[in-house]
């Protein structure tokens, strides 16, 4: 017994030995994890150090403990490619009245490829002391900017000041695994704001803010959503498109497989009066309504929230055509479950509908909602919502049986980067969250069978 008692603690022994870890730790640069701190400039310390290719190319803020960060700018290019940065702890940031810097964001990555950012941490945008303040500029808690193949999962985001994510300019993104949250009453704090940026994949997330849950701005193409469960919040939107005379493009866009839970609206559309472009190729597939005001709408006449305000009288609009509404079931709490507002000097073409069966919620279940229409044009599977008697009756029309899947088939994407997960055993054991080498590995293993001597 006592001699199994020496192999067992030579073994442990050995294994500390051999232990090491070339991740680099945001406390080893002088971050304060206390809540109060101010600890930008530790971070941006260690930034640098990690840009520059030291730690292997990974970042952690450790868990149990919360930093305080006054706006920070994390730029490239950086020597390591990936950069994974582990947010296991708490970023809380500075209350509006002690903010410093630029309200323009909070946290931006900026010019970095193959950059990383995963863990169960929370980053907290101090919201509550920004909103009453509507009309100032509000910064946005975390903002990507031409960061190509990036990844972005696991955390928690809660009350942003502004939208909570935007990813500008970037190319090959994968969003997943993410809580958003934010009072229903919290102005523009939209979840996820996508702008020029393709091939983007947003998945498996839940989001609750006062405005958007996802946002798809001007420049977008190849975006992939599903698994989203929206609510309270105005719904997943293309736009708004074409304000103050843009030209607006966005293509390729398919949402599937999304709930709404008691959203202002569902799948959305708008487009400024006096815009020109297009927004087009877009599918809304496998969606579950829960007493949603506006379950289906394209509204070409947005005036920033108010189209009862808007006139027909420009002399152009953003073009929205080849739309698809799929396999969408649930209730509305409004008369109309179908709403298609469009210009009349440029009407909305190719609107299709295919087995979508809203019913109100007020009255029980069985009385199907309303639809009604303006300047559209396209056709439906079967006249399942009154009122919509503008769109054909067709059974064939775009080969209805496989345009959904086909349209909503992931876009190819560059080859992710190899990055441990966060429960990685061998990234764990033993070790006070360090990374474990080769060498300890195969100790670990033999220690296991028993063995107590081994070379490396």
Known sequence: MQKKTWILNFSVFLLQIFTYS???????????????????????????AVCSGEGDGQLIVPAGMAFMLQPLKFQGSCKSTPI????????VASSRGNWKGDKDQWILFS???????????????????????????????????????LRLSGLTHVDSAMAHI?????????????????????????????????NVIIQDSVIATGDDCIAINSGTANIRISGIDCGPGHGISIGSLGKD?????????????????????????KTWPGGSGYARRITFNGITLDNVENPIIIDQHYNNGDSDKSTDDKSSAVEVSKVVYSNFVGTTKSEYGVNFRCSERAPCTEIFMKDVKIETASSGF?????????????????????GL?????????LSWGTMPEQSCMLPQQSVQPNTRPLQDPL?????????????????????SFGFSYVFC
């Open 22 to 48: 070339k991740a680099l730790d945001v406390t080893q640069y002088g971050a304060v994890g206390d809540g109060v701190t101010d600890n930008s400039q530790a971070f941006l310390k260690a930034w640098e």
């Open 389 to 397: 008697e503008c769109l054909a009756l067709s059974t064939d029309m």
């Open 166 to 198: 935007h990813v500008n300019g970037c190319n090959d993104v994968t969003i997943s695994n993410l809580r958003i949250n934010a009072p229903e009453s919290s102005p523009n704090t939209d979840g996820i704001d996508i702008a020029v940026s393709s």
């Open 84 to 91: 994974v940065v582990q947010i296991l702890g708490n970023l």
């Open 245 to 269: 005379g843009e030209i607006a493009s966005v293509e390729d866009v398919c949402v599937q497989n999304c709930n709404f839970r008691g959203t202002m609206n569902g799948a959305r559309i």
């Open 366 to 386: 069985g009385q199907v909602a309303q639809g009604q229409c303006l300047n559209v044009r396209g056709g439906v599977s079967t006249l399942a919502v009154p």
């Open 427 to 447: 990234w764990v054991y033993g070790s006070g969250g360090q990374r474990l080498g080769v060498c300890n590995v195969v100790l670990t293993l033999l220690i």
């Open 111 to 149: 010019d970095i490829e193959g950059l990383v950012v995963e863990g169960n941490g929370e980053i907290n945008g101090q919201g509550s002391s920004w909103w009453e303040h509507k009309g100032s500029s509000r910064p946005t808690a975390l903002k990507f900017k031409s960061c190509n193949n």
